[in-house]
């Protein structure tokens, strides 16, 4: 019985069709069409293929590329000495102790201002407390007026029994002394630093400056070896 239909049996409709290749299906489109398609089609292959290439180049990077350990950070607060000076003993210290650039560093902050805008202050001190939690902070540097708040919370080492007798006996008329909140028997816990050449010719600060290791600190040695540089000037 014949088709029931309005249209002829030639019609497209009817006519098988013919599944075109990605090749065909590119060479018809238009540029930007082109563009629309394979990012449809293959964005997610795109990131997957991104993202594999990015952890080897990382992994590689992380493989070759030695760790740098600090092996002195000294957090000076409330700095009043030009920055460029801090860079110069920064490099001094570095070379005097023969450290390996390949692997070795030091680093002198002068970045932790707590007598500026109270918000910046208040980050600051989190900052600087987060780092020496983390061990990260071998001394701290500070005016008395800040340096005293530290001592008292018992921050500091006893340098009586961390310096080597003859560094102590130079320093000996430099020593300042706190109680700690939890005892209240003194302990020489920093170095005024006022008669150093560092402070005597470039501080612009009434508040005399006060060297502290401090008790977590990881590189105490370096720590006495830069002091032993600033008195040695």
Known sequence: MPKQTKLSEDAEIYKPRQRLSEKEKLKNMSFQDRLSYLWEYYKVHAIVGIVVVALIIYIIHE???????????????????????????????????????????????PAFYFNSDAEYAMNMRTVLTTYIGASEVDVIIAPESEFANYAYNDFFVDLSDQLPTDVYTKLADYVYVSDTSENPAEKVVGIYLTDTKLFSENANNNDPYIFGILQNSNHKENSIEFLKMLFNE
């Open 63 to 109: 493989i070759v590329t030695p760790n740098v350990e600090t092996q002195f950070y000294a957090a000076i607060l409330n700095n009043s000495i030009p920055e460029d000076v801090w860079d110069q003993y920064e490099t001094k210290f570095f070379e005097q102790q023969e450290f390996d650039p390949t692997t070795e560093d030091v680093l002198l902050n």
